[in-house]
């Protein structure tokens, strides 16, 4: 069976903080090799963060959220519910219990007590535990049943779809990731009467730009930059070449799961018999294959 990869080497995750001073430094210390935090002040630079420095969690001080933090989150949360929000506890005081339960009703479900040692651990397994949840995850947990007995380096393909960094918009980027010229990535799908690796590539950045669109806070422009498209506009025209709909069209009809199955309804499953003979990657398989095409 194909091997995932989904926690494998990748990069640490970013979160956002809202901590006390001394809480920021034993957060560090914390999850060196595990995450990277931007500590801010206010939940008005969280939110900026959320949009613009694509973190993948929130981590806010039951001592930092005073009435008004409180209002502030209970908006973060409801604006981006894809986004893990977690509370951290460090002290527990006279006004900790009542905190606690302003913060639930912020609509904050994690609370981590980091007063043992132990919850430190717990908060490093949240949050990455947290990265493995997103829409890419779910999309090659999908797709290794879709494509059971494919080859692996065909495997290897849709895998790199879903892990790569969004930057990667292009066949020749893509190429470059999978150590293949990108003439003959695209002959190799053409033969094989298969799309095109550009159409796989684009509809695999819409799966991940419908799942950011579930985030009622961003705006197209935010998920644009999320993706490294060039300028809302060329967002918009992508969707538009696409799936024949406006960017507003899209986030009302799509959301990510959604998105996947459209992903494997049109360019997996009515595809999967010549799939699992394809070896995308190979360096003989085109000969093999011409002379198969041939007997």
């Known amino acids: 069976m194909q091997q995932q990869t989904i926690a494998g080497s990748r990069a640490p995750v970013t979160i956002t903080t809202m901590l006390t001073p001394l809480e920021r430094i034993r957060v560090d210390a914390a999850g060196e090799g595990s995450y990277h935090a931007l500590h801010r002040d206010s939940v008005a630079e969280l939110v900026q963060d959320l949009k613009t420095n ?4 929130v981590v806010v ?3 930092c959220c005073d009435q008004r933090a409180r209002a502030g989150v209970a908006a973060l949360v ?10 951290l506890l460090t002290q527990l005081d006279r006004s900790t219990p009542h905190a606690m339960l302003s913060l639930g009703s912020t609509g904050v479900r994690q609370v981590v007590d980091v007063r043992e040692a132990d919850g430190w651990r717990e908060l490093r397994n949240y949050l990455l535990a947290s990265r493995g949840e997103d829409i890419q995850g779910q999309a090659i947990a999908q797709l290794a049943i879709d494509l059971t007995g494919a080859p692996q380096d065909c495997w290897r393909f849709f895998e790199t779809l879903f892990l790569v960094p969004a930057r990667v918009s292009t066949v020749r980027m893509l190429s470059r990731r999978l150590d ?18 550009k159409q796989y590539l684009a509809t695999a950045r819409l799966v991940r730009a419908a799942r950011l669109f579930e985030n009622p806070g961003f705006s197209v422009a935010n998920v644009a930059n999320h993706l490294d498209y060039s300028s809302p ?21 799509y959301d990510g799961e959604g998105m996947l199955h459209h992903f494997r309804e049109t360019l997996v499953l009515p595809h999967a ?9 190979s360096p003989s398989w085109g000969a093999s294959y011409a002379r198969t095409i041939v007997h």
């Open 180 to 197: 293949v010229l990108p003439s003959t990535l695209m002959s190799r799908f053409f033969r094989a009467h298969l799309p095109a690796p």
């Open 54 to 57: 694509r973190v993948r969690a």
């Open 233 to 253: 506009q060329s967002f918009g025209r992508h969707v538009r070449t696409l799936m024949q709909m406006t960017a507003v069209q899209f986030r009302d009809q």
């Open 273 to 281: 018999e010549q799939l699992r003979q394809l070896h995308p990657l």
């Open 61 to 63: 001080s039951v001592t």
């Open 78 to 87: 409801r604006e981006f519910p894809r986004v893990p929000t977690v509370a």
